[in-house]
């Protein structure tokens, strides 16, 4: 390759990637924080990937109508952190996902909270962590009265 045709490809990449790096979003244009939902269903697929982990839950609406909802999640790396693997969930298991709804009511979830079938809880690492610190806050606001 001369240099010449090393600048237009170098760019024609950058353009490519500049695509895909806003593709991110972030939570409060999509998922209304203020909300809460909880939906109970058999699980159908789950990816353990990066930027967030995606599940889909088959869920009963009020019609008896089967919807798919989709979960999502913290990424990969949050997730494993805490421990979780791509068996931590299994399609068909029935699990109840508690989370933040669309803005516009669509069948998709920002997951907080799930609870497997055996009574299994499973937290959203970014609640786990605020409370974590939260705590250790406490703490540190105790040792100072104590002096």
């Not at 889909?56 to 798919?68: L, P, S």
């Amino acid at each position: 390759m001369t240099p010449r045709h090393a600048l237009p490809l170098a760019l024609l990449v950058l353009v490519l990637q500049h695509g895909s790096v806003y593709a991110h979003h972030a939570f409060s244009p999509v998922y209304d924080g203020s909300k809460t939902v909880t939906i109970t269903g058999t699980l159908t697929d789950f990816k353990l990937v990066n930027p967030h982990a995606m599940m889909t839950i088959d869920v009963a609406d009020k019609t008896g109508k089967r919807v798919a909802w989709t979960v999502e999640m913290p990424g990969l790396l949050s997730l494993t952190r805490l421990g979780w693997t791509e068996k931590t969930v299994a399609v068909g298991d029935r699990l109840t996902v508690s989370g933040n709804p669309t803005h516009t009511g669509s069948a998709r979830v920002a997951f907080k909270r799930i609870v497997l079938a055996n009574g299994t809880e499973l937290l959203d690492p970014r609640e786990d962590s605020a409370s974590t610190v939260e705590e250790q806050r406490r703490e540190r606001a105790r040792q100072r009265q104590q002096k």
